[in-house]
């Protein structure tokens, strides 16, 4: 690898970026416990990941049904 690069050589793709939306990440803001927060770092932490990637990997786990709230099951065992 070089050290330096000449930036100036570099030429623009033509056309437009193609961009899948479903695909691409929405900046969202939400309010989360602080000591949730802590633990997720934590746990990211021991995983060797960014905290922001295992929160993303635990909400689609949640929502492609990998993971289920455990009062859910306890709901269907009586039912």
Known sequence: MKKE???KTLKKRP?????DRE???TMI???IDGSLVANLK???TRL????QTLIGSVLCRYVSGE???KQSIKWLKRA
């Open 42 to 44: 934590t746990e990211a």
């Open 67 to 69: 993971l289920i709230d």
């Open 23 to 25: 695909a691409s990440k």
């Open 5 to 7: 690069y000449d930036l």
């Open 29 to 31: 803001s939400i309010r």
């Open 15 to 19: 056309g437009k970026p193609k961009v």
């Open 48 to 51: 060797g990941i960014p905290y």
